[in-house]
């Protein structure tokens, strides 16, 4: 299947990822959702690094599940105040660690105090120690409200990043999609997400 995709700061290019092709690297913004015919859906993904060899591994016909929210990394506390316009933001973190750009593409929602209500895309962050208290995190877009000290923010992942199917020793979120094919960890695939039904 090759037609246009979004792409980020930029016009639209032609993708050539077929939706039972993995690749290495991606052809589109991951967490795109692409409409095909008889109003089925599919959405684009990478799946975890993790083997999964307890359950088979990524093979066709499983579900992937999203990656579930970290307790220490959500209602953070903002370590220094942010200005209008700003696109990078300071956290006070609690004890879990993550790795550089873990929450790339993500969202970092303020959930208390000033700039409640506002959620902003994640660009990326360099690797955090456990209980950091200078958490930095880039933003794609500046800030549209100040933030302060007293503003709490929660860290989310994109929930197509770093999907995986049901392990019973790893939590995990929401369901995301169906593997369409078999592909290695890590690789970049699509997932179907709705199929037409019988309407009355």
């Known amino acids: 299947m090759t037609d246009f995709v979004l792409t980020e700061g930029g016009p639209s290019k032609i993708s050539v990822q077929g939706i039972r092709e993995a690749k290495t690297a991606a052809s589109t913004i991951v967490g795109t959702v692409k409409q095909l015919a008889f109003g089925k859906e ?11 060899t307890s359950v088979g591994g990524y093979s066709a016909g499983k579900v992937c599940y999203a990656p579930i929210l970290v307790a220490n990394h959500g209602r953070a506390a903002v370590a220094i105040t942010a200005s209008i316009g700003a696109k990078e933001v300071i956290l006070s ?71 995986r199917p049901n392990n019973s020793a790893v939590v ?25 039904g019988l309407r009355k």
């Open 172 to 196: 995990t979120g929401p369901a995301t999609g169906v593997l369409l094919i078999s592909a290695a960890a890590g690789s970049y695939v699509y997932l179907g997400k709705r199929v037409s």
């Open 93 to 163: 973190l609690g004890a879990t660690s993550a790795s550089q750009n873990e929450y790339e593409d993500g969202t970092l929602l303020v959930e208390c105090g000033t700039g409640t209500g506002y959620s902003y895309m994640i660009a990326g962050h360099p690797a955090w120690a456990a209980t950091n208290t200078a958490a930095k995190v880039i933003l794609k877009d500046g800030l549209e409200v100040a933030l302060n000290t007293a503003s709490l923010c929660t860290l989310m992942k994109n929930r197509c990043v770093g999907v």
């Open 42 to 52: 599919v959405i684009y993904a990478r799946l975890s690094t993790a083997t999964e």
